[in-house]
């Protein structure tokens, strides 16, 4: 079994980056719902250092919006974000939500032929992280897809959180073990080719990360996959019960890519003693390149 190419973020140095990107556009585009303590930082550190007149490796700063009630909008504006309300984009397409949903219509909203997605509420941002992961995609054309990994010193290593230890994990070594090798599948940092994403499903939910690490190793094979080190990562932790509803995203996402006969009575409802259900986000949307108004869109530039 091959394993996922491993760099470290210090590998890539910025000028000879500079010189490999060409004509090539990279945006980079951070999901936000509610994040106003953190993302306004995450903007200003990318355009301070990776955005601005002397330095222009990211040509734009992509803020998803995803119906928040407080003030991420406008703080990450006053940075210098682009943002963008999810309701706003490919409304043709018919409503939906979750954080797949964000992510798919981020890739419709940017400019870049290079998309790299950062979660909007770490505490331990660096540009490193956009480096590290636009560095092996302009060293490597191969490369069609490139994932972070960390240290998370809450925990005491490299692993993941508790839902990829506890769910992520054990089910790709089940259905997917050629996947093994990938450090952290559910990471929300991240990057690949526009041309890739737009030929693959986006799970709406938290099952999005592990539906595109299936397809698109799937799509392209493991060996044009990659995998950096960007060091340590720090984040809110997410209270359990929210993360079970994560989980059951996940499952859905692994399921409906395995060879197991898809059930239409299996439910996407959390059910739990003594609470009230709640729905999982489990429905797909569909390859970009399937969808009349962004190919529209595309075409008129």
Known sequence: MNDVTSYC????????????????????CIPARNEEATVGTIVASIRNHLANDEVRLVDEIVVMDDRSTDTTAQTARSQ????????DVLAEAGPSRGKGNALWKSVAACCGDLIVWIDADLTSFTPSCVTGLVGPLLADPDVAMVKGYFERPEIGGTSGGRTTELMARP???TLFPHLNSVRQPLGGEYASRRRILEQVRFNTGYGVETGLLIDIADLVGLDRLAQVDLGVRVHRNRPLDELSVQAMEILHAALRRADVGWRPDWSHHLLRPDLAPVEAQVDERPPLNTVAAYLDQRAAG
């Not at 210098?80 to 309701?87: E, T």
């Open 171 to 173: 089910l790709l070594a």
């Open 80 to 87: 210098g974000a682009r943002v963008v309300a999810v309701d």
């Open 9 to 28: 973020a210090g590998s890539f140095p910025l000028d000879t980056m500079l010189a490999q990107k060409g004509d090539q556009l990279i945006s980079v």
